[in-house]
């Protein structure tokens, strides 16, 4: 199993980039990325670090992310559509760290083409990480890893392990698709 296993030594944390966390709702995305926020700032300040959402629909879910921006102390900023996603990553080009909020989305979300879009039309920028749930079922894992394949994620973090009852479906899941983690959350 750890033969198989794919794992990377993810440098983020120590030379941070601009990462967009994409996933299904619910997935743990906003509470990984606060944790990738915090962990970096400790480490270079938060001067470094910069939250983006880009979630235009749901209040709660940017509330979410102002608040756990706030704890850290690191500015958060909005972009809902590919030219705005454009205009504030070029505005926080000095920061060391930017991580992006991307809005939960089922298959069935009319929503979830465009977002794919915004998103690919910045992938030399953007390095993509995949948010796997260790709660969620092998059928429903393996659906998530389809659904985001468009965006060529280079790696996934786990979420949700410490709930998990197994982590038998997450790790067939990445062992699968040769997804390598990246973190745990």
Do not use: N, W
């Not at 983006?52 to 921006?69: F, K």
């Not at 704890?71 to 705005?84: E, L, N, Q, Y």
Request: with cysteine.
């Amino acid at each position: 199993l750890v033969r198989r296993l794919p794992v990377i030594d993810d440098r983020l944390l120590e030379e941070g980039g601009v990462v967009a966390v994409v996933g299904r709702s619910g997935a743990g995305k906003t509470t990984a990325i606060a944790k990738l926020a915090a962990s970096f700032a400790e480490r270079h300040g938060a001067r470094e670090v910069a939250l983006v959402s880009t979630d235009g629909y749901r209040r709660h879910a940017r509330g979410e992310l102002l608040r756990y921006a706030r704890i850290i102390g690191v500015p958060t900023h909005i972009a809902t559509d590919p030219r705005g996603l454009g205009e504030v990553l070029d505005a926080l080009g000095p920061r060391k760290l930017v991580l992006i909020d991307t809005a939960g989305r089922s298959r069935r979300d009319l929503r979830l083409a465009e977002q794919l879009t915004a998103l690919a039309q910045h992938g030399e920028r953007v390095r993509i990480l995949l948010a796997l749930a260790a709660t969620s079922d092998l059928a429903t894992l393996d659906d998530t890893v389809r659904m985001f394949a468009r965006l060529k994620p280079g790696a996934c973090v786990l979420t949700k392990v410490d709930e998990a009852e197994s982590l038998g479906a997450a790790l067939s899941t990445v062992i699968r698709y040769q997804l390598p983690i990246a973190h745990l959350s």
